[in-house]
Structure formats: structure tokens, C-alpha cells
């Protein structure tokens, strides 16, 4: 159950990172449509939030604070110009990429004066160019989006928004999850094997049982949403193919936070009671609320120490 402690307090992505409002043309258009998962992250509604800045400061990987600051040296204030952040990975030769989206407002004739100034040379890819900037490579598509990541991954972005390849919205099973979740502060949706490694790793020791090998095939997809409205709310939709494999999956995680609980203490133990977990005709449906001051002692127990490095 380590899994589902980092999903409640983390929500990241694929063991890298992941806030949300509702994906724009732009950011559709450059992930390819082979996605694994998709995290958005609403940067408005996350500057709120005390306990959700200290959260992003608590877990936000060592190359992203990098970036971040790479983004200062040029002119780019991530707490006030990005208004969206997105990450996506997409299968591809060799393995999954990921991709990250950013959207705001850029000054782009400020930021490039300052890369010139810098002597940020860029490389022509068709008609973009790509800008390397503190380990990852970086194209301004316009003025309220710039796409990152590591040049295969950025490439393939650029082929998808130029028809050279399938964008997600060839993708229906993965854009028809969206609109229930884009009103989420954190929001992400993933395809049935991003859901098995998830629900894996969830489970634990549970799925080794019997029980998981039945019913992880008839996984079809997952979305959760995380929001800071009034304390911490998360809320994990597991879609399955039929009210029975909903069921028993709803028993194996039970069992699961019920073995946690034997063996929890303090802020560990409080963030499983606050767990429910039920069936919904073919949805296994994870829902944790708690408030401020009980989150934020829960980011300083030696459990999420471990699972959020």
C-alpha cells in the first residue's frame, strides 16, 4: 500500500512528477496518441493553497527545480506566468517518453533577447527551434505555450502538431476521461496498462493473489483529481468492464488498507482511516479527505520521506 499513500499525497507521474483546468488546442496537439498517462496541474489555483505549495515544494523532483530555475534566468516567473503545467507519457520506439506542456503568458521577445544575451543558441527542427535549458530541451510553440522534455520526446511533439504522426486526439478512450476531471486542481487520466502498474503497486502484497490476476485484465482505464478547496481531496476512479471485477478489486484494496492499519501509527494510520473505498456498477471508486494541519503533518511522517524521493 506504499502506492496509495503516494497517490494521495503525491498524485505524480510514473514515479517522475505531476495541477489542472481543461487541456487547450495547443497542449492536445503536441502528445502523441499513444498515452500512457496524462497529469495536469492547475498553477492558479495551486498558488492558493499553502498546504498544496508545500507539497509541490516538498516532492517536486531535482530536475524540475532546476528548470524552474532556468526559467527565472530568462525572464520566465513560474509562480506568476505559468498558468498550467502538463505532463504526458506516450509509448514510443525504445520505450515511454514524456512530455511536459506549459502555458501562460510569455513575453517572447523578452525571452529571447535574454537567451541571446545568455548565448542560448537554438537548433532548427523544421520550422521550430529548440533551446537546450538546464538538462531538458525547450520550443516556444507561441506566446502562451512552450513545450519540454528530452529531444526525442520534444520532436515527437512537434511531429504529432504537424500531422507527421497521431495526436491524442486520435485518442478516444483517453480524451473521453478528461472533461469528468479537468475542474480538478491535480487531475490524470490513464489507459488500462498505466492502470495495471498502478493498481499493482497499490495493492502491494495483494496482488500476487489470485484474485488480481483475474481481474487486472479487465482493467480499462483510471482518472483521479486532487484538489485544495477546503483541505485535501482525492478522489481515484478505477474503470473496469463489468460490475464483478469492480467488486472483487474493491475487496483486494480494502484488504489491503486493512493490513496497513495493523501496522500504521500517527499520521500514517490517520491518512488510511480517512480512506474510503466502495464499487460503482463496473467503477471502483478511492476517496481520502482530510484537512490542512493533518496533511501537512502527513508529508512529515518517516512514510512519506520514503515514497516521495
Excluded at 517536486?60 to 506568476?80: Q, S, V, W
Excluded at 542560448?120 to 533551446?131: E, N
Excluded at 489470485?210 to 483529481?225: E, F, H, N, P, W
Excluded at 456498477?281 to 508529508?299: E, N, P, V, W, Y
Aim: hydrophobic share 40%; proline share 3%; aromatic share 8%.
Amino acid at each position: 500500500m506504499k502506492r496509495l499513500a503516494i497517490i494521495l499525497c503525491v498524485a505524480m507521474l510514473g514515479s517522475s512528477f505531476a495541477f489542472g483546468s481543461a487541456l487547450g488546442t495547443n497542449t492536445r496537439t503536441v502528445i502523441p496518441s499513444d498515452v500512457q498517462q496524462i497529469i495536469s496541474v492547475d498553477y492558479r489555483a495551486l498558488r492558493n493553497s499553502p498546504t498544496a505549495l508545500a507539497l509541490k515544494a516538498k516532492v517536486l523532483p531535482d530536475n524540475l527545480k532546476e528548470f524552474e530555475t532556468a526559467l527565472r534566468h530568462i525572464g520566465i516567473n513560474p509562480d506568476t506566468d505559468v498558468e498550467q503545467l502538463t505532463f504526458a507519457s506516450f509509448r514510443a520506439k525504445g520505450g515511454l517518453k514524456i512530455v511536459g506542456i506549459a502555458t501562460g503568458q510569455f513575453n517572447m521577445k523578452k525571452l529571447l533577447g535574454k537567451m541571446k544575451v545568455q548565448k542560448i543558441g537554438g537548433t532548427k527542427y523544421r520550422d521550430y527551434t529548440i533551446y537546450p535549458m538546464s538538462g531538458v530541451q525547450t520550443v516556444f510553440i507561441d506566446p502562451y505555450t512552450m513545450l519540454f522534455g528530452e529531444l526525442k520526446s520534444v520532436q515527437m511533439g512537434l511531429d504529432a502538431r504537424d500531422g507527421e504522426i497521431e495526436s491524442l486526439n486520435s485518442n478516444g478512450a483517453i480524451t473521453d476521461m478528461i472533461p469528468s476531471v479537468q475542474d480538478g486542481t491535480v487531475w490524470s487520466v490513464l489507459d488500462p496498462v498505466g492502470t495495471q502498474n498502478l493498481m499493482r503497486s497499490t495493492l502491494g502484497d495483494a496482488a500476487s493473489l489470485a484474485d488480481y490476476d483475474t481481474v487486472k485484465k479487465k482493467l480499462t482505464g483510471s482518472r483521479y483529481t486532487m484538489d485544495f478547496n477546503q483541505g485535501v481531496d482525492f478522489d481515484l476512479d478505477v474503470l473496469t468492464s463489468d460490475s464483478m471485477t469492480a467488486a472483487t478489486l474493491s475487496s483486494l484494496v480494502k484488504a489491503g488498507l486493512m493490513f496497513r492499519k495493523m501496522n500504521a501509527t500517527g499520521s500514517e494510520k490517520m491518512a488510511l482511516e480517512s480512506t474510503t473505498v466502495d464499487s460503482d456498477s463496473g467503477i471502483l471508486r478511492l476517496h481520502f479527505k482530510t484537512d490542512d494541519t493533518k496533511f501537512q503533518a502527513l508529508m512529515k511522517s518517516d512514510l512519506f520521506n520514503a515514497i516521495s524521493r
